[in-house]
């Protein structure tokens, strides 16, 4: 005979309290029940790319600087700091009371290698150890940068929320390659990760750390200030059918999803239990992510001529619905409403599309009718209508497609590899990114032109553009700058920006304390 999951809770809510000693410690606790956007596939934030492993990083992992919803970094982990000769030392302090999730103190040295780990993945990261003459722990809890130039953005570096956050692990976890996921979890974060009720593509469950004292200054806001945690437990589940989803949080098996399909949105604002509202208006940026290492993108006349086949608001029609409020195109390569946005190139993508004038700027270019081989994730709500409305305007371009819709994880993977497409390679990918991905030249990990893993786009000249912000005393000098660099991303199409939706998250009104930015889980309590 066999039984459902389903039917043995059913089962166990209706057994004798004493039999069951788990179950009843379990309903003397609160736990919060949430809908991650797709499965943790990697609980590495610093290996992975996807925005689900930053958002279990911030549960289990902590930061030394934290940002708030208007993009301003304060101590978090650290009291303070001091900055000494002429800018070029910094002297971090750690704060009293922080531990490791497996009692041990956190330490300097600790953070020493979690910032080299981070910066080897990141591109601000790895902007200020190049600017580093020497990173140390001369004791304990002084975390200590002698730079060989002033940098005087450090705290927005180690405090950022983009992909990669700087999240700091113990040292022996955080000597490890960067390039080999560390599968086992000890953070000093608010939470703990439970390990023994991991279920991949199904579950993972975290719990309040009981020794993790939060800061005792300033309000809570997205990543900074005080960290308070209200329930004792966290529950991810991972439901790839968005209609079961949406049913489950209107029926109240689930508490919180954390992305709402836009087509489902009226369903639910139907209900008097459920909250709908979106955290962060700088919204999703998407692209088009091309192989520059593989024909036939390799070729940067091929790469331009096919620009006049995009049309941002099909792309972003497809994932946000017809309503103008949750999308916005056309988009350059920074988040619009930011200070680095600006309208340089956006010509390109307005009026109708003229596929015919397409295939022949494409044999112009050299394009002779090779396979592309084009990625994207079938079990992503927002990245496979991407995936499907690429593989569409490709052809229609006159291009020989080969799609192959594949699990989220294994698209991660093979955009790792640089062998040819016949041996498994690729082609194209679509993403979705945060605005606050694209903010600027210095974290946008997609245009920096160090050939490293984003499409393996490289560009001497667009890393010295970046050097020059980097450098750059006014904020109107950085938007001069970051002018010439839309200029030349339009020039060298480190890839495709194909529009902006903004995604709203849903809830019911007996959870309250949600803040703004993306998915955090203190602050929220019952109401």
């Known amino acids: 005979m066999q039984f459902s999951r389903r039917s ?66 304060s101590p978090q982990m650290v009291s303070g700091h001091v900055v000494s000769n ?6 971090l302090t750690l704060r009293d009371g922080l531990f490791w999730h ?29 600017a580093t003459e020497e990173l140390s722990a001369p004791d304990d809890r002084t975390i200590r940068f002698r730079l060989r130039r002033p940098f005087p953005l450090l705290p927005q570096a180690l405090g950022k ?21 560390i599968t086992e979890v000890i953070g000093s974060g608010p939470f703990r990760f439970i390990a023994d009720e991991r279920v991949p593509g199904v579950r993972n469950a975290y719990a309040r750390f009981e020794r993790y004292q939060p800061r005792q200054d300033g309000k809570p806001d997205w990543t900074a200030g005080p960290k308070v945690v209200h329930y004792d437990r966290v529950v991810w589940t991972t439901t790839p059918d968005p209609g079961t989803a949406v049913a489950a949080l209107q029926t109240g098996e689930q508490d919180w999803q954390e992305t709402t399909p836009h087509d489902l949105l009226p369903v639910l604002k139907q209900s008097d239990e ?36 995009i049309d941002q608001a099909d792309f972003m029609t497809a994932v946000a619905g017809g309503d103008p409020a949750y999308q916005l195109s056309p988009i350059g390569y920074f988040a619009p409403g930011t200070p680095m946005a600006n309208d340089v190139g956006l010509s390109v993508f307005r009026g109708p599309r003229d596929m015919a004038k397409v295939k022949a700027d494409l044999a112009a270019a050299g394009y002779e009718g090779g396979k592309v081989v084009l990625l994207s994730p079938s079990n992503s709500a927002a990245q496979k209508p991407l995936g ?39 082609s194209a990918a679509v993403g979705n990114w945060q605005g606050i991905d694209w903010l600027n030249p210095a974290g946008n990990t997609n ?81």
């Open 8 to 73: 043995l809770l059913r089962a166990a809510a209706v057994a004798p309290a004493l039999s069951f000693p788990g179950i009843v410690r379990a309903q003397s606790q609160t736990t919060l029940r949430f809908i991650p956007v797709i499965d943790l596939a990697f609980v590495d934030p610093i290996y992975s790319t996807a925005q689900v492993s930053r958002n279990h990083g911030f549960m289990v992992y902590d930061t030394l600087y934290g940002i708030n919803s208007a993009l301003e970094v």
């Open 86 to 91: 002429d800018g070029k030392q910094w002297d």
């Open 102 to 130: 497996d009692g041990e103190r956190v330490l300097a040295r600790d953070c020493v290698a979690s910032i080299r780990r981070w910066a080897s993945r990141d591109g601000f990261g790895g902007e200020l150890m190049a």
């Open 161 to 181: 929320a983009a992909v990669h956050a700087a999240f700091m692990m113990p040292e022996r976890f955080a000597s490890q390659d960067p390039l080999k996921p």
């Open 274 to 309: 459920v909250e709908t509202r979106v955290l962060d208006p700088r919204g999703y940026a998407c692209m088009l992510r091309v192989n520059h290492l593989q024909p036939p993108f390799d070729d940067p006349a091929i790469r331009r001529a096919l620009l006049g086949a």
């Open 388 to 426: 499907q409305i690429a593989a569409d305007m490709l052809r229609r371009a006159g291009m020989n497609v080969d799609h192959q819709a594949l699990d989220f994880a294994v698209v991660l993977q093979r955009q790792l590899k640089k062998d040819p497409i016949d041996k498994g390679g690729w």
């Open 447 to 527: 245009l920096r032109g160090e050939g490293k893993v984003a499409g393996w786009y490289s560009s001497e000249r667009m890393s010295g553009l970046r050097g020059q912000w980097l450098a750059a005393s006014s904020l109107e000098e950085q938007q001069r700058i970051c002018r010439e660099i839309q200029a030349l991303a339009f020039e060298e199409i480190p890839y495709f920006p194909i529009g902006l939706y903004k995604q709203p998250t849903t809830y019911r009104k007996s959870i309250t304390g949600i803040l703004d930015g993306t998915a955090v889980f203190w602050n929220v309590r019952p109401s």
